[in-house]
């Protein structure tokens, strides 16, 4: 099988598909997070801890001057991004968690068996009774 003929199944398959749908509705939904995160979460944190502005927050290694802006290390926006990720990596591992809940209980509901009618207990006790005299 030719290297074309084997990339042209895989990417018939569907998965590349499948990877490029997930990529994109994952960076869609870290976006979402971001924000949530942003502008409805921090402002109040940020004022239960005195007004404090995360995004701001840096370390001035450098003052700036007439020709040069100033070098800062923003560990702010670090702060930010880790709480931003904390909160997309929980909300996914309920998402997960939940959907492998609902695969347990499917796997785990029993099919109907119908029971075995009146003949065929009477025929299976007849026959475990000849296999003990035998």
Do not use: C, H, W
């Not at 100033?70 to 926006?77: H, P, R, T, W």
């Not at 909160?87 to 609902?102: D, E, H, P, Q, R």
Request: charged residues 20%.
């Amino acid at each position: 099988m030719s290297i074309t003929s084997e990339f042209k199944d895989f990417a018939v398959k569907g998965n590349v598909v499948d990877i490029a749908v997930g990529i994109i509705i994952g960076v869609a939904f870290g976006n979402i997070v971001s924000s949530f995160v942003g502008g409805v979460l921090m402002p109040p944190i940020g004022l239960l801890l005195g007004g404090m502005d995360f995004s701001s927050l840096a370390i001035v290694i450098k003052e700036a001057s007439d020709t040069e802006p100033a070098v800062v290390i923003s560990y702010g926006s670090f702060i930010q991004t880790i709480i931003d990720f904390t909160i997309i990596a929980f909300v996914i591992f309920t998402v997960v968690k939940g959907i492998n809940s609902l695969k347990r209980k499917e796997e785990a509901a029993p099919e109907d068996v119908p029971k075995p009618s009146a003949q065929e207990v009477l025929l299976t006790e007849i026959r475990d009774l000849l296999k003990k005299r035998a």
